[in-house]
């Protein structure tokens, strides 16, 4: 059975940095898109950040240049390194994969932005 279970969410400073991680087990993640997404409360769940399994990138316009994704095969994890927070950033942070067709998503890690 597919588990993604992120962790490193916080409370951080405007400016601050913070990094997610994403640990999957009952597959290797070595073939798949590995993606970030966020929701706000009554808001849409939105992609944040995708990785395919070549290491090609895409993130929302209003992470460029603040977040990188990155995936370690090895230890079947991805990560969201996420520089220079803002409050807007506040949310949880979701895990997600597709595999044949079906979404998995972790629990999610909730970030928040605040002096």
């Known amino acids: 059975q597919v588990q993604l279970v992120e962790s490193g969410g916080g409370l951080v400073q405007p400016g601050g940095s913070l990094r997610l991680s994403c640990a999957a087990s009952g597959l290797r993640i070595s073939n798949y898109v590995m993606a970030w997404y966020r929701q706000d409360p009554g808001k849409e769940r939105d992609l944040v950040a995708r990785i395919t399994a070549i290491n090609t990138t895409m993130y929302a316009d209003s992470v460029k240049g603040r977040f990188t994704i990155s995936r370690d095969n090895a230890k079947n994890t991805v990560h969201l390194q996420m520089n220079s927070l803002k409050s807007e950033d506040t949310a949880v942070y979701y895990c997600?994969?597709?595999?044949?067709?079906?979404?998995?998503w972790g629990r999610g890690t909730q970030v928040t932005v605040s002096s």
């Open positions: 997600n994969m597709v595999q044949f067709g079906v979404p998995f």
